[in-house]
């Protein structure tokens, strides 16, 4: 019997601000998905340079509320 090996689901969603595109006079931002939260501000900070990022919380009771703030300046907070 074939067993199909599913994704397990992720942890936290990140919004993170980008840019700025001039020609269509809009903010660029970015969606992502993941576990560990020390790797992901790496692997974001080598790809896109950001200017902020907001991470949610995607399982348990607070799915959906604002968990950490990081920006450029002030680092990685704790959302109140």
């Known amino acids: 019997m074939n067993k ?6 992720r ?7 980008t840019g700025y595109d001039h020609t269509l ?5 970015v969606k992502y998905r993941f576990n560990n939260i020390d ?3 790496q ?3 080598k790809k896109h340079n950001p ?8 399982i348990g009771v607070n799915a ?7 920006g450029r300046t002030k680092g990685l907070q704790q959302a109140y």
């Not at 199909?4 to 689901?9: D, I, L, Y």
């Not at 942890?11 to 601000?17: D, G, M, N, S, V």
């Not at 006079?25 to 931002?29: N, P, T, V, Y």
């Not at 200017?51 to 995607?58: F, G, H, Q, S, T």
């Open 25 to 29: 006079k809009q903010d660029i931002f």
């Open 51 to 58: 200017l902020y990022i907001n991470i949610y919380d995607r």
């Open 11 to 17: 942890k936290f969603t990140a919004l993170a601000k």
């Open 64 to 70: 959906g509320k604002l968990r950490y703030t990081w």
């Open 43 to 45: 692997f974001i900070q």
């Open 4 to 9: 199909r090996k599913t994704k397990s689901e």
């Open 39 to 41: 790797n992901f501000l």
